[in-house]
């Protein structure tokens, strides 16, 4: 079940999940977890990835994550999106984001995503 849940996203998020170097670790109702490796083509200068990056990479987590929890057939839209950077992910570390649902209503989902270096604990 959970690769035919992964390949159904990598279906759904393709070309730009694959533009950004998503890959996507673990996709389930409750979590979604990916990695990405920051190019220096995603990076602004110093050579540490871009916010817009980030917030691409998170955005794309959250919306694997009401993917998972939609009917067959439906889609999805963002309506707002909120960031706050703590730390910058240098030119060629790996960042990993976790997506949790906070809220997952009949017309709107909220998802937290939380992006750290793996060198992070």
Same mark, same amino acid.
């Given at each position: 079940?959970?690769?035919?849940?992964? $390949?159904?996203?990598?279906?759904?998020?393709?070309?730009? *999940?694959? /533009?950004? =170097?998503?890959?996507?670790?673990?996709?389930?109702?409750?979590?979604?977890?990916?990695?990405? $490796?920051?190019?220096?083509?995603?990076?602004?200068?110093? *050579?540490? /990835?871009? =916010?817009g990056a980030v917030m691409a990479f998170a955005d794309t987590l959250g919306a694997t994550g009401t993917i998972v929890n939609l009917p067959e057939g439906a889609g999805t839209t963002t309506i707002e999106s909120k960031t706050n950077f703590v730390a910058p992910a240098p030119a060629g570390t790996r960042i990993v984001g976790e997506a949790t649902p906070i809220h997952r209503g009949r017309r709107t989902m909220i998802w937290q995503t939380r992006v750290s270096t793996s060198e992070a604990g």
């Open positions: 079940m959970q690769m035919d849940t992964l $390949t159904r996203i990598k279906e759904q998020m393709l070309p730009f *999940a694959d /533009l950004l =170097g998503i890959e996507f670790v673990s996709a389930a109702p409750d979590k979604i977890v990916a990695e990405m $490796t920051v190019r220096e083509d995603l990076c602004t200068r110093p *050579a540490v /990835l871009h =916010g």
